[in-house]
């Protein structure tokens, strides 16, 4: 166990056939091709020579996919996370020196640490098993970031697209202002090439969806280019990529003040990949009935990244398009995504003297035609129409994407989800249930005046607590008499909250108010017993099903009917036992009562079945000196 802990791909190699390895090297060769000519669109969005994409498309994938638990994975650079590596290149100086007017060499390096930084942090995440904390993370708020950075990439693209010159301006508004003055100085050869690119995209894409119809695009338009020397008409070229092998790269000298300025965008890179990642892992698996483990996923995102800071390559997580295509192309285990990342070698070796004369704006194109598929509109339209808090989750992310470095609108959005999350969990649900509540059948058919059933679902804090003795202080036209607190969608409670709920418990038994507590779940009965309040409650006031709790009401309701100082009982109880002779009242309630107090009162007790036994039967013994406690029979 331990063994396949820390190399879960030892099952898949264990039981691994000649039938997986064909379908896995299909796979592989479907979607290596797509994935070379992303990786160096990506590495254009981040600022980059294209050649450091490339890199990021071969060890850090094997890394990912060996360690990771999605066995369809297939990690690599990703545009959102381009966008953030951009932002910060753009936004942060080390040594009052902004990272993107440093040397390529210095530059390079910088980003060779965030990626180090990024893996360390996801790995950290994934050996303190976090992997489930981004489910805190608003559906709304990805939505919106995705929808940002798609603009993002579009506007960043236009100035390559149309082939202007000059310093491209930073800022969503600033470039589409800037694109729009610089429509006279269009260079219509970067147009055309650009426009022909997508157009090619679209084209071969239709032929078949396992087509590489990006690559086959470029190759085309690269052709084009060689043939009417397209860099002698203003078209710049990608250039020679000074390595085929990725070479071994090391981040800046370990400096204080160089960790502090890169740790912030590196842990935005992390969390946007964290949630990237396990959303597609999930997913995924959702699709192939796989079991998938968000924290093993993390400690593979963390290899991938520290691989790509030690290998020139930019830092990534997973990508849904290149794991959908392991998918449709017949990819059977993790293996797929291993031989796709070691294919990107000979790939690469075979592209190296094409790639020196592909034009920038040919990547442009293919980056705006990713950033128009990223708009999900269903997507939008669903998080438009749901409540009120999504539409303004989305609004505010979105806006903060466009307006703010992309870091900061991460984090933005982050804090959004976890302020969602608090106030969601300070105001619990709970809810009277009323006559006709599905819930409510399960007891006996009349249930006497004067029960009132609530129900708390989810965390039970003091905060539901509090929500609680609300909703039972205030005004009703039917006095409550008994109180059936359901507590079986209560899926966690803590030390505040078995606290809270002992006091509120103690207070009714000061107005006189007995209170039965229907508990089904497992855990939340450890942590009560735990606390000392199902021993002070005694057994008759504890009740395992909804059904069993509302017999216990109303079986102490039917038994009395007291008026001033006498008390007699008023028919057979729900296990239709005899009316018996009217008995005395009940001695006056001590100061605090209690459970004792009330089981004098009551006498309820239910047979191996669940039906209420007769009085007589629950009788306490004469001289007994301790007193009488409802207890539930049991065989």
Same mark, same amino acid.
């Given at each position: 166990?331990?063994?396949?802990?820390?190399?879960?791909?030892?099952?898949?190699?264990?039981?691994?056939?000649?039938?997986?390895?064909?379908?896995?090297?299909?796979?592989?060769?479907?979607?290596?091709?797509?994935?070379?000519?992303?990786?160096?669109?990506?590495?254009?969005?981040?600022?980059?020579?294209?050649?450091?994409?490339?890199?990021?498309?071969?060890?850090?994938?094997?890394?990912?996919?060996?360690?990771?638990?999605?066995?369809?994975?297939?990690?690599?650079?990703?545009?959102?996370?381009?966008?953030?590596?951009?932002? #910060?290149?753009? #936004?942060?100086?080390?040594?009052?020196?902004?990272?993107? #007017? &440093? $040397?390529?060499?210095?530059? &390079?390096?910088?980003?060779?640490?965030?990626?180090?930084?990024? /893996?360390?942090?996801?790995?950290?995440?994934?050996?303190?098993?976090?992997?489930?904390?981004?489910?805190?993370?608003?559906?709304?708020? &990805?939505?919106?970031?995705?929808?940002?950075?798609?603009?993002?990439?579009?506007?960043?693209?236009?100035?390559?697209?149309?082939?202007?010159?000059?310093?491209?301006?930073?800022?969503?508004?600033?470039?589409?202002?800037?694109?729009?003055?610089?429509?006279?100085?269009?260079?219509?050869?970067?147009?055309?090439?650009?426009?022909?690119?997508?157009?090619?995209?679209?084209?071969?894409?239709?032929?078949?969806?396992?087509?590489?119809?990006?690559?086959?695009?470029?190759?085309?338009?690269?052709?084009?280019?060689?043939?009417?020397?397209?860099?002698?008409? /203003?078209?710049?070229?990608?250039?020679?990529?000074?390595?085929?092998?990725?070479?071994?790269?090391?981040?800046?000298?370990?400096?204080?003040?160089?960790?502090?300025?890169?740790?912030?965008?590196?842990?935005?890179?992390?969390?946007?990949?964290?949630?990237?990642?396990? !959303?597609?892992?999930?997913?995924?698996?959702?699709?192939?009935?796989?079991?998938?483990?968000?924290?093993?996923?993390?400690?593979?995102?963390?290899?991938?990244?520290?691989?790509?800071?030690?290998?020139?390559?930019?830092?990534?997580? /997973?990508?849904?398009?290149?794991?959908?295509?392991?998918?449709?192309?017949?990819?059977?285990?993790?293996?797929?995504?291993?031989?796709?990342?070691?294919?990107?070698? $000979?790939?690469?070796?075979?592209?190296?003297?094409?790639?020196?004369?592909?034009?920038?704006?040919?990547?442009?194109?293919?980056?705006?035609?990713?950033?128009?598929?990223?708009?999900?509109?269903?997507?939008?339209?669903?998080?438009?129409?749901?409540?009120?808090?999504?539409?303004?989750?989305?609004?505010?992310?979105?806006?903060?994407?466009?307006?703010?470095?992309?870091?900061?609108?991460?984090?933005?959005?982050?804090?959004?989800?976890?302020?969602?999350?608090?106030?969601?969990?300070?105001?619990?649900?709970?809810?009277?249930?009323?006559?006709?509540?599905?819930?409510?059948?399960?007891?006996?058919?009349?249930?006497?005046?004067?029960?009132?059933?609530?129900?708390?679902?989810?965390?039970?804090?003091?905060?539901?607590?509090?929500?609680?003795?609300?909703?039972?202080? !205030?005004?009703?036209?039917?006095? #409550?008499?008994?109180?059936?607190?359901?507590?079986?969608?209560?899926?966690?409670?803590?030390?505040?909250?078995?606290?809270?709920?002992?006091?509120?418990?103690?207070?009714?038994?000061?107005?006189?108010? $007995?209170?039965?507590?229907?508990?089904?779940?497992?855990?939340?009965?450890?942590?009560?017993?735990?606390?000392?309040?199902?021993?002070?409650?005694?057994?008759?006031?504890?009740?395992?099903?909804?059904?069993? /709790?509302?017999?216990?009401?109303?079986? &102490?309701?039917?038994?009395?009917?007291?008026?001033?100082?006498?008390?007699?009982?008023?028919?057979?109880?729900?296990?239709? !036992?005899?009316?018996?002779?009217?008995?005395?009242?009940?001695?006056?309630?001590?100061?605090?009562?209690?459970?004792?107090?009330?089981?004098?009162?009551?006498?309820?007790?239910?047979?191996?079945?669940?039906?209420?036994?007769?009085?007589?039967?629950?009788?306490?013994?004469?001289?007994?000196?301790?007193?009488?406690?409802?207890?539930?029979?049991? $065989?």
């Amino acid at each position: 166990m331990r063994a396949a802990r820390l190399f879960p791909f030892l099952e898949t190699i264990r039981n691994y056939s000649a039938q997986d390895f064909k379908a896995d090297m299909t796979a592989a060769l479907t979607v290596t091709p797509m994935a070379v000519p992303q990786a160096m669109a990506y590495a254009i969005i981040a600022g980059v020579h294209p050649q450091y994409g490339i890199y990021a498309c071969m060890l850090p994938v094997v890394l990912a996919a060996l360690w990771g638990s999605s066995r369809f994975m297939a990690a690599g650079p990703t545009n959102a996370i381009s966008m953030i590596i951009f932002s #910060t290149l753009a #936004t942060i100086s080390v040594g009052g020196e902004l990272i993107s #007017t &440093m $040397p390529e060499e210095s530059r &390079m390096s910088y980003i060779f640490g965030m990626a180090l930084l990024c /893996g360390l942090i996801q790995l950290g995440m994934g050996l303190a098993r976090l992997g489930d904390l981004v489910n805190f993370i608003s559906h709304s708020v &990805m939505v919106a970031f995705s929808t940002g950075a798609a603009l993002l990439i579009a506007a960043g693209q236009l100035y390559m697209a149309m082939g202007l010159t000059g310093p491209k301006p930073s800022g969503f508004f600033n470039q589409m202002f800037g694109a729009l003055h610089g429509l006279p100085f269009i260079n219509y050869w970067s147009l055309g090439i650009a426009v022909g690119t997508i157009v090619l995209t679209v084209f071969f894409k239709r032929l078949s969806p396992r087509f590489p119809a990006s690559l086959a695009a470029l190759g085309v338009i690269t052709l084009f280019a060689a043939l009417f020397s397209v860099d002698e008409r /203003g078209v710049p070229l990608v250039g020679a990529i000074p390595s085929v092998v990725p070479p071994f790269s090391l981040p800046p000298s370990f400096d204080l003040d160089a960790v502090r300025d890169l740790f912030m965008p590196a842990l935005a890179i992390a969390l946007l990949g964290t949630v990237e990642s396990l !959303a597609i892992g999930k997913q995924l698996a959702n699709i192939k009935g796989d079991v998938f483990d968000g924290s093993q996923e993390l400690i593979g995102q963390g290899l991938g990244n520290i691989a790509a800071g030690l290998t020139s390559g930019i830092p990534g997580c /997973g990508s849904f398009t290149r794991s959908a295509l392991v998918v449709t192309s017949g990819g059977r285990t993790r293996m797929g995504t291993v031989f796709s990342g070691i294919l990107a070698l $000979p790939l690469l070796f075979v592209l190296a003297p094409l790639i020196s004369w592909l034009p920038l704006p040919a990547l442009s194109g293919i980056l705006l035609l990713i950033s128009f598929k990223m708009i999900d509109i269903d997507a939008i339209r669903l998080c438009v129409v749901a409540t009120s808090v999504d539409r303004a989750v989305l609004l505010i992310t979105f806006l903060s994407t466009l307006l703010f470095d992309l870091e900061k609108a991460i984090f933005i959005g982050v804090l959004l989800s976890l302020t969602l999350f608090i106030y969601k969990t300070a105001h619990p649900r709970v809810n009277r249930l009323h006559k006709g509540d599905p819930l409510l059948r399960e007891g006996p058919a009349e249930l006497p005046q004067g029960i009132t059933v609530y129900m708390i679902e989810g965390t039970l804090f003091f905060g539901a607590i509090h929500e609680l003795e609300r909703l039972l202080y !205030a005004e009703d036209s039917e006095p #409550t008499r008994l109180v059936v607190l359901h507590l079986s969608r209560v899926f966690w409670i803590d030390a505040s909250g078995a606290h809270a709920l002992s006091q509120f418990i103690e207070r009714c038994y000061a107005r006189s108010l $007995p209170v039965i507590l229907v508990v089904g779940s497992p855990s939340v009965r450890t942590i009560l017993r735990r606390t000392g309040l199902l021993d002070y409650l005694s057994n008759g006031f504890v009740a395992d099903t909804t059904g069993e /709790g509302l017999r216990l009401a109303a079986a &102490m309701l039917n038994r009395f009917a007291c008026s001033d100082a006498q008390c007699a009982t008023v028919g057979a109880d729900a296990a239709g !036992a005899q009316p018996t002779q009217p008995v005395q009242a009940t001695p006056s309630a001590p100061a605090s009562p209690g459970p004792d107090y009330m089981a004098q009162s009551a006498r309820v007790a239910l047979d191996p079945q669940g039906n209420v036994l007769p009085a007589e039967q629950t009788a306490p013994a004469e001289n007994s000196a301790e007193p009488p406690r409802v207890t539930k029979e049991r $065989p």
